[in-house]
C-alpha cells in the first residue's frame, strides 16, 4: 500500500523552509527519501531506521516518528539546487517485504531565486 | 554501497515488439528489485528477482509480460514483452545494500513505445 504524501507541490523563493510529510498505514521498518530530477534516476537522500532517528544531510534533515508511522522531511534554507521531485519510500514490517519500497505519490517543489 | 550499470539508457521500440533490460551490480546481492516509472507518476515495483528461482511479481504484473532473469548474484534482465505505448516508462533496477538498508538505483531505462 502506497505511502501518502503531502503536499503535492511546494513552491519556495531561495533560503525558505519547507516540509514534506509521508504517513504509512502500516508498521514501518524504514523510511528513505530521494529527490528526483527531471530525465533522470531517483537520487538518495538519506534513511531512517525504526527507532524514531533524525537524519541530515547538508541543510536537508528527515525525522520518522515510527508510533504514527510517520516522516518528515525538512529542507531548511532551501537552495535552487532543491528543486526537484522528493519521494518517500518505504520498507514494511512484514516478513515479505524486506528491500522492497513502496513510494509515495511525490511532491514536486520548486525554488525560485 | 552498489554501483549498478543499467542497458540501454534509452529506447524508442516498435508497438508488438519486446526489449530486454539489463542490470549489472558491481557485487554479489541477495535480492534484485525492479520498477516502472509512468510519466509524471511515482515508482512502482514489478518484482523481486530472486537468484535460483522464479521472480516474485507485484499485483498487476505478470510473467508473461515481464519476464525476468537471474542468473547469478550480479546480473538481472528485465524484458517487456509485446509492447504497447501503455509502456512507456522509466525502468529501474535496485539493489539493498548489505545492512540490508540503503536501497540503491541503477541510472533507469527510458522506453518510448510508437
Known amino acids: 500500500q502506497q505511502p501518502v504524501q503531502s503536499p503535492q507541490a511546494v513552491i519556495l523563493r531561495e533560503g525558505e523552509d519547507a516540509v514534506i510529510n509521508c504517513s504509512s498505514s502500516k508498521a514501518l521498518y524504514s523510511v528513505h527519501w530521494y529527490r528526483q530530477k527531471h530525465g533522470e534516476a531517483p537520487v538518495f537522500l538519506m534513511i531512517?531506521?525504526?527507532?524514531?532517528e533524525q537524519k541530515g544531510h547538508e541543510k536537508i534533515s528527515a525525522s520518522f516518528n515510527e508510533k504514527k508511522q510517520q516522516s518528515s522531511l525538512y529542507l531548511t534554507a532551501s537552495q535552487l539546487s532543491y528543486s526537484g521531485t522528493y519521494f518517500c519510500?518505504?520498507?514494511?514490517?512484514?516478513?515479505?517485504?524486506?528491500?522492497?519500497?513502496?513510494f509515495g505519490a511525490g511532491t514536486q517543489v520548486v525554488v525560485t531565486p | 554501497s552498489a554501483v549498478i550499470s543499467q542497458k540501454p539508457s534509452r529506447d524508442i521500440c516498435q508497438r508488438g515488439t519486446s526489449l530486454t533490460i539489463q542490470c549489472q551490480v558491481d557485487s554479489q546481492v541477495t535480492m534484485m528489485f525492479w520498477y516502472r516509472q509512468q510519466p509524471g507518476q511515482s515508482l512502482t515495483l514489478i518484482a523481486t528477482a530472486n537468484q535460483g528461482s522464479e521472480a516474485t511479481y507485484e499485483s498487476g504484473f505478470v510473467i508473461d509480460k515481464f519476464p525476468i532473469s537471474r542468473p547469478n548474484l550480479t546480473f538481472s534482465t528485465l524484458t517487456v514483452s509485446n509492447m504497447s505505448p501503455e509502456d512507456s516508462s522509466i525502468y529501474l533496477c535496485s539493489v539493498v545494500g548489505t545492512g540490508g538498508t540503503e536501497a540503491f538505483f541503477g541510472q533507469g531505462t527510458r522506453l518510448t513505445v510508437v
Open positions: 519510500g518505504t520498507v514494511s514490517m512484514t516478513t515479505d517485504s524486506w528491500g522492497k519500497l513502496q
Open positions: 531512517l531506521l525504526k527507532g524514531g
